[in-house]
């Protein structure tokens, strides 16, 4: 006996379309000040990118590919590749190659991307290649992390980069022309399966966890499409119920996405990059009351040889002695007051005014937090 899944009734169909025309006039209408659209604030679940990646050669060079002598894999990959267009090439022969390279192939397979579609690849040289400029890529199958063949990438290469050498050995090299992208370069071959359509639901996903936005987006939602929608999981995470047609929820989900909601504000950081020097101060963060005095010792070390001559006739040499001379000054800047509840734009003059570099700002935002003077979360990256 065959069992037919009933449609769903004529009432719930009603519903869901009554539920997307109120949510599409509120959209329409706007929303307060400050507020951000939901498709900038979340993500669907399930609805990702995938990673794929291959290995493959790229042929055609001119004379800038791998030195087979330390890539013997080129040569294996060669070789194996000729052997199947019915070419064996000797055991004892290794063909010294100078215009193929191995490459690793790699590429981002959208969501719901299907068969006969393109994308675009890029390309780096896993060799001791100069530079792939020129270069062509033979047929190379990308896999994803189960290992299944997902697309296949060939084409012509685009290298920004490019280098020149002299006889003498002096070169120049501009960008990096060891890797490059093939716009295009590779035909989807299977799609990658999707729950979007499964369930009761969709869960949205917040890009910056944070309970007080999660808690608005549901309430938000609820208030434009009415009864209990939406409920909050987590910090991060929002179930939505959707209808179970897949036509109604894409509706139902372009309907959704473009909610204006009002976020949470961000957590007070002070957020300094230990490499470059960067500072960037949260508008969020406050001072307590504090005074600063910031000042630095300047060293200044000066040799002036000089030379000293024997007396005549003493059968002496000249000897060149040093001469060195060491000042040390100290820069007289004035103390500065911090008053209670000092805002952002107040903490960037204040230091402006004593002329503070990025190095000494971090050692006075440090100070300040050992001095429990800094309301804010001090992070070094």
Do not use: C
Request: glycine letters at 10%.
């Amino acid at each position: 006996m065959k069992f037919r899944k009933e449609p769903q009734s004529q009432s719930a169909h009603r519903h869901w379309l009554a539920a997307l025309a109120a949510g599409l006039l509120v959209a329409v209408a706007g929303g307060a000040a400050q507020a951000e659209r939901v498709k900038d604030l979340a993500s669907v679940a399930g609805v990702r990118n995938n990673q794929i990646v291959g290995y493959g050669l790229v042929v055609g060079l001119d004379g800038s590919g791998d030195q087979t002598s330390q890539t013997p894999f080129t040569v294996q990959s060669l070789k194996n590749m000729l052997t199947q267009f019915g070419i064996t090439v000797p055991p004892n022969v290794n063909p010294q190659l100078k215009n193929v390279a191995a490459v690793s192939v790699h590429a981002d397979l959208p969501p719901f991307v299907k068969p006969g579609q393109t994308i675009d690849v890029t390309v780096s040289s896993i060799g001791n290649a100069k530079s792939l400029r020129g270069g062509s890529l033979l047929m190379t199958p990308l896999r994803g992390a189960d290992g299944k063949v997902y697309a296949i990438a060939q084409g012509n290469m685009v290298v920004g980069g490019f280098g020149a050498s002299g006889r003498d050995g002096s070169s120049v090299t501009v960008n990096v022309p060891s890797a490059g992208r093939i716009p295009n370069g590779a035909t989807v071959e299977r799609e990658v399966p999707s729950a979007f359509d499964q369930g009761d639901a969709v869960m949205l996903n917040l890009h910056s966890p944070d309970f007080t936005t999660a808690h608005r987006l549901a309430d938000g939602i609820n208030e434009r499409l009415g009864g209990d929608m939406a409920r909050a999981i987590d910090a991060v995470s929002v179930r939505v119920r959707a209808p179970r047609d897949p036509s109604q929820r894409t509706s139902f989900v372009s309907v959704l996405e473009n909610f204006e909601v009002n976020p949470g504000q961000a957590p007070a950081r002070v957020i300094i990059n230990s490499r470059t020097g960067t500072v960037v101060i949260g508008s969020q963060v406050r001072v307590r009351p504090a005074a600063v005095s910031h000042g630095s010792l300047v060293v200044t070390i000066s040799e002036q040889p000089f030379a000293s001559q024997p007396e005549p006739f003493s059968e002496g040499e000249t000897v060149v002695l040093p001469d060195s001379e060491v000042e040390i000054t100290q820069e007289a800047n004035r103390m500065f007051l911090f008053q209670p509840g000092t805002s952002l734009n107040e903490i960037v003059q204040a230091v402006n005014r004593v002329g503070a570099a990025p190095g000494d700002l971090v050692a006075i935002l440090e100070a300040l937090k050992q001095a429990g003077a800094l309301r804010a979360e001090l992070l070094v990256i």
